[in-house]
């Protein structure tokens, strides 16, 4: 079963416009981390939020951590085409004797001119 | 630009064949994971290691694939005998420790069992 999951498989915008992609996750975590996968390359994180932050800045990106309904946003504003990717959040998840990283689906957001 | 290189980028194997992807982590990183992620983007958890000791792996990998980090040569992962449903990208990644920390991935090596 997905602990961690984007709510959308999808979303496009023009640019300039922003973006939010939502994630909601199922077991109690000490950290969440949004990643952006561009065509060909792999996954680089954006941002990594903790349990007790609420909110995390990174330039045009905010993200967002509401343990209490465990689900996280990650908002891009003045998007460009350059942000068309596919996001992912991920959370750390206690298996076996150590935790590996668990990540979400993906939503593609895409970013047309 | 990824700090973490994998090699190769592509390869094309038949089923039964043996197929081998290396990584060398980042410098100073002694966390190394290893991802399958599929057409659909979603990602499996392999294997991971600190420094040569391998952490936690599951029961797939136990079977067919075999790792190695071993100390002054590029992390492996091998598939001894590949099936069609190995196609997919493996991502190698690696990190200053095992949880809660940023992940640096690689670009991956594209497996085609054909």
């Known amino acids: 079963s997905q602990l961690a999951e984007e709510n959308l498989w999808a979303l496009s915008v023009h640019e300039g416009e922003s973006v939010t992609v939502n994630c909601s996750y199922k077991?109690?975590?000490?950290?969440l981390q949004w990643y952006r996968q561009k065509s060909g390359e792999g996954p680089a994180q954006l941002i990594l939020?903790?349990?007790?932050?609420r909110e995390k800045r990174n330039g045009r990106l905010r993200a967002t951590l509401d343990t209490s309904s465990q689900s996280s946003s990650l908002s891009i504003t003045a998007t460009r085409c350059e942000d068309t990717a596919v996001y992912f959040c991920?959370?750390?998840?206690?298996?076996?004797?150590?935790?590996?990283?668990?990540f979400g689906t993906g939503t593609t957001v895409s970013v047309s001119p | 630009n990824s700090k973490v290189i994998q090699t190769p980028r592509y390869l094309v194997k038949g089923q039964g064949q043996k197929a081998k992807m290396r990584c060398i982590p980042e410098k100073g990183h002694p966390v190394v994971f290893w991802y399958q992620q599929n057409k659909n983007n979603e990602f499996k958890f392999l294997i991971n290691?600190?420094?040569?000791?391998?952490?936690?792996q599951i029961d797939m990998t136990e079977k067919r694939f075999s790792a190695e980090c071993p100390s002054n040569s590029p992390c492996s992962l091998e598939i001894q005998s590949s099936e069609a449903g190995d196609s997919a990208l493996y991502l190698c990644?690696?990190?200053?420790?095992?949880?809660?920390?940023?992940?640096?991935f690689g670009e991956g090596s594209r497996l085609i069992v054909v």
């Open positions: 077991t109690s975590i000490t950290a």
């Open positions: 990644a690696s990190s200053l420790q095992n949880s809660g920390n940023t992940l640096y």
């Open positions: 290691f600190q420094n040569q000791e391998v952490l936690q």
């Open positions: 939020i903790r349990s007790n932050e």
């Open positions: 991920a959370t750390d998840s206690l298996t076996g004797g150590g935790r590996a990283l668990i």
